[in-house]
T-cell receptor, first 112, second 112 residues
Framework: GAGVSQSPSNKVTEKGKDVELRCDPI?????LYWYRQSLGQGLEFLIY????????KSGLPSDRFSAERTGGSVSTLTIQRTQQEDSAVYLC??????????FGPGTRLTVL | QQQVKQSPQSLIVQKGGISIINCAYE??????FPWYQQFPGKGPALLIA?????SEKKEGRFTISFNKSAKQFSLHIMDSQPGDSATYFC???????????FGKGTKLSVKP
């Protein structure tokens, strides 16, 4: 079966531009997570969607970051006015709601 | 309270040897402890996970040892192979959190 997919795989943008990153979770998974992985670092939690509940936004580093999940499936992470420190790999994961989280391949964002 | 501390940062093991990676946590509400394997350019893949009601879990060459009183858990890779060369992350979650808290990773190199 299809796993978690993310697009684009790579994104290069200029400082100050807005970017949108997309995640397609595993079909039927009710939970969706966004994490950020900076070079040589572990994964940093950003935001979590569970079913129709209000998302847990506690990990978002600034108000330039936002995410939405439409129809309980596809999610878009938006970064406004990108900064060089936003350069990282953005990873999406989905879960059936128990424990196991399955990760996508990530989107590598480079802000010049 | 939210940290998961992982060591060592890097590890070199000879083919056929045992690789051991350690993690420690503070939050006693954590009740799920997975290990993820990540190859360059790929998303993390779930390797093995444990809950605190058991002290050890084995899947093939991979074993998690869990010490609840010490708040520590470790990954043992028996008969390490060059194909095991990757970055390994421990993680934890539980209590009111849906997201995983990750360690900073261990880069394992298995020499032939």
């Amino acid at each position: 079966g299809a796993g978690v997919s993310q697009s684009p795989s790579n994104k290069v943008t200029e400082k100050g531009k807005d970017v949108e990153l997309r995640c397609d979770p595993i079909s039927g998974h009710t939970a969706l997570y966004w994490y950020r992985q900076s070079l040589g670092q572990g994964l940093e939690f950003l935001i979590y969607f569970q079913g129709n509940s209000a998302p847990d936004k506690s990990g978002l580093p600034s108000d330039r970051f936002s995410a939405e999940r439409t129809g309980g499936s596809v999610s878009t992470l938006t970064i406004q006015r990108t900064q060089q420190e936003d350069s990282a790999v953005y990873l999406c994961a989905s879960s059936s709601g128990i424990d196991e989280q399955f990760f996508g391949p990530g989107t590598r964002l480079t802000v010049l | 309270q939210q940290q998961v501390k992982q060591s060592p940062q890097s590890l070199i093991v000879q083919k056929g040897g045992i690789s051991i990676i350690n993690c420690a946590y503070e939050n006693t509400a954590f009740d799920y402890f997975p290990w993820y394997q990540q190859f360059p350019g790929k998303g993390p893949a779930l390797l093995i996970a444990i809950r605190p009601d058991v002290s050890e879990k084995k899947e093939g060459r991979f074993t998690i040892s869990f010490n609840k009183s010490a708040k520590q858990f470790s990954l043992h890779i028996m008969d390490s192979q060059p194909g095991d060369s990757a970055t390994y992350f421990c993680a934890a979650k539980g209590g009111s959190q849906g997201n995983l808290i990750f360690g900073k990773g261990t880069k394992l190199s298995v020499k032939p």
